[in-house]
T-cell receptor
């Protein structure tokens, strides 16, 4: 299957700082990438849809000024958590669509963010 | 009502057993269906797409019933390595621009 990478895999930061997470499609081009968040023992929740060359589409309840998304190329999308707070501690996962028949989406390995 | 509903389990089965998971979805306009597997503290990995005619991949068989808005996954001859959370996933759109909608997952524990 297609490969999606994420960096960093784990980050610990202090409250009030900003953290940037990168999502890359390694062997295919992705016009659309998705950012999810998963709290312990809960399902993945979509945060936003990242479209190459245009503004991201945010889900209801997700603050676009807090979670900045940039999709500047067909292989890279970034999520910046600004002014992080402990309640932002979570598992952040990106996915990218491969142009298969059924539009399978492949996930990056995730970034575990801990805000102290 | 949740868009995608699954029994959370856990399903505790012995090695070699056959186990079946079910899933229902609420939006009749859903276009694509998948089963993903997620290991603890890892990202979801695509297990298989679910086709209207049903499909099989080794020990795994997936079926779709559009009339009942129901998806199933059957695992035969369970292995210890099958222990994971199985996510029923639906794509509402007919293009890849729509994100996936995840069920909360069914946890499987295969015991020796």
């Amino acid at each position: 299957g297609a490969v999606v990478s994420q960096h960093p895999s784990r980050v610990i930061c202090k409250s009030g700082t900003s953290v940037k997470i990168e999502c890359r499609s390694l062997d295919f081009q992705a016009t659309t990438m998705f950012w999810y968040r998963q709290f312990p023992k809960q399902s993945l929740m979509l945060m936003a849809t990242s479209n190459e060359g245009s503004k991201a589409t945010y889900e209801q309840g997700v603050e676009k000024d807090k979670f900045l998304i940039n999709h500047a190329s067909l292989t890279l999308s970034t999520l910046t958590v600004t002014s992080a707070h402990p309640e932002d501690s979570s598992f952040y996962i990106c996915s990218a669509r491969d142009q298969g028949q059924h539009y399978e989406q492949y996930f990056g390995p995730g970034t575990r963010l801990t805000v102290t | 009502r949740k868009e995608v509903e699954q029994d959370p389990g856990p399903f505790n089965v012995p090695e070699g057993a056959t186990v079946a998971f079910n899933c229902t979805y609420s939006n009749s306009a859903s276009q694509s269906f998948f089963w993903y597997r997620q290991d603890c503290r890892k990202e979801p990995k695509l297990l298989m797409s679910v086709y209207s005619s049903g499909n099989e991949d080794g020990r795994f068989t997936a079926q779709l019933n559009r009339a009942s808005q129901y998806i199933s996954l059957l695992i035969r001859d369970s292995k210890l390595s099958d222990s994971a959370t199985y996510l029923c996933v639906v794509n509402l759109g007919s293009t890849g621009r729509r994100a996936l909608t995840f069920g909360s997952g069914t946890r499987l524990q295969v015991q020796p």
